[in-house]
C-alpha cells in the first residue's frame, strides 16, 4: 500500500496528513488521539487499501505545524473543518480515537460539515465529562515521589512503582507532567515507552516497528499544556448525533473508563460495544473487530 505523505495550508498552519486514494468513491477520514497522530491508524489503514483515506496531524502533533496555541478543542475542529472543505471530502465515514472523538462530536455539530457526514465510529471516545476529579493539582505532589523514583535503566522497576498508579488515568499523569514543566524534548522515550505500556497497551503490545513509531509521534507533541487544560474543561453537549454512529470501547481501558463510552454512547443514541480484553488502544486490541466494522460502516 502507497500512502501518500502531504501538507495542506491551513490558516496559518501547515497540516500534515496521509492520504491513500483508492479504487472507489468511498471516504474515510480519520482523526488521532492525545500524544498520537496519523501514524496511531497506518496498521488499520493498511487493512482498507481500496478506500480513499484521509487521516490528518492536528496542530502541534506530529509533523503539522504549531504556530498558533490552541485555547478549545473547537480549534482542532476548526482546523479540521477546513481540513474537509480544501480537499472538499463529502459523504465520509469518520473515525477518531479518544481525544479525537471530542474532536469529531463537534465537527458533527457544524452546519456546513454535518451533512457530509455520512456516518463514524467512536474508539474509546472522550467527551462525557471532563477530567477534573483527582486532577493535576491534586496529583502532582504523588506524582513527583514516583518520578522521582523512576529508573529508566531498569524498565520493570518502573512498572512495579507505577502500581500504586493504576487508579489515576493516562490523560492526569500527561497533566502532572504539564504542571511540572515537562514538555516537548523533555519528554524522552523512556518516560513514554513506560506510560504507553502501563496505561495505553496493557493488554496487547503492537509490533515493536509501530510502537516506536508511536512513541515518536509523542516526542513531536507540542501542546501538551494546552490539551491539559482542554482535557480539564471539555462535556459534548451537542445532543443526539443526526447519522449512524457506534461506540467501540475496551473493558480494560485505564484512560477513559469504559462506562464514560456508554455514557457518551446514550446521549449520541449511538451503538455500544463493549469489547473485552481490550484497553485503549482498540485499533490494537481488536484490529480485526475495527476494520471490520469500519467496512460495514463505508459499504452501507
Known amino acids: 500500500m502507497n500512502l501518500k505523505r502531504n501538507y495542506i495550508d491551513i490558516k496559518d498552519e501547515k497540516i500534515f496528513y496521509l492520504e491513500n486514494e483508492g479504487r472507489s468513491d468511498k471516504n474515510i477520514l480519520f482523526i488521532h488521539g492525545n500524544m498520537y497522530s496519523s501514524s496511531c491508524f497506518i496498521e488499520v489503514i493498511k487493512s482498507l487499501k481500496n478506500y480513499n483515506i484521509f487521516a490528518p496531524d492536528m496542530r502541534g502533533y506530529g509533523n503539522s ?17 477546513e481540513f474537509i472543505l480544501k480537499l472538499n471530502i463529502n459523504n465520509f465515514t469518520m473515525v477518531s480515537w479518544s481525544l479525537g472523538a471530542g474532536v ?46 523512576f529508573d529508566f535503566i531498569n524498565p520493570q522497576k518502573n512498572m512495579e512503582i507505577l502500581k500504586g498508579l493504576m487508579t489515576f488515568n493516562m490523560n492526569l499523569i500527561e497533566d502532572s507532567f ?23 497497551y496493557n493488554v496487547n503490545m503492537p509490533g515493536q516497528e509501530e510502537f516506536e513509531r508511536n512513541i515518536d509521534s509523542a516526542i513531536k507533541q507540542r501542546n501538551l499544556e494546552e490539551v491539559a487544560e482542554i482535557l480539564r474543561d471539555y462535556k459534548y453537549c451537542g445532543g443526539k448525533l443526526n447519522t449512524r454512529s457506534a461506540v467501540l470501547h475496551g473493558y480494560d481501558d485505564r484512560v477513559i473508563s469504559y462506562m464514560d463510552g456508554r455514557f457518551l454512547a446514550d446521549e449520541l443514541g449511538s451503538k455500544f460495544e463493549k469489547l473485552d480484553d481490550c484497553g485503549h488502544s482498540v485499533m490494537t486490541d481488536k484490529k480485526d473487530f475495527v476494520v471490520k466494522t469500519i467496512k460495514n460502516f463505508v459499504e452501507e
Open 104 to 149: 469529531a462530536l463537534e465537527l458533527s455539530r457544524d452546519e456546513e460539515i454535518k451533512y457530509r457526514i455520512k456516518n463514524q465510529i467512536l474508539l474509546a471516545p472522550f467527551g462525557y465529562a471532563p477530567f477534573k476529579i483527582n486532577g493535576a493539582d491534586l496529583l502532582a505532589n504523588n506524582f513527583q515521589e514516583y518520578l522521582s523514583n
Open 178 to 200: 504539564a504542571s511540572m514543566g515537562m514538555k516537548g524534548d523533555e519528554l524522552k522515550k523512556d518516560n513514554i515507552r513506560i506510560l504507553f505500556k502501563t496505561f495505553i
Open 65 to 81: 505545524s504549531y504556530n498558533n496555541k490552541i485555547t478549545s478543542i473547537g480549534d482542532f475542529a476548526s482546523d479540521i473543518k
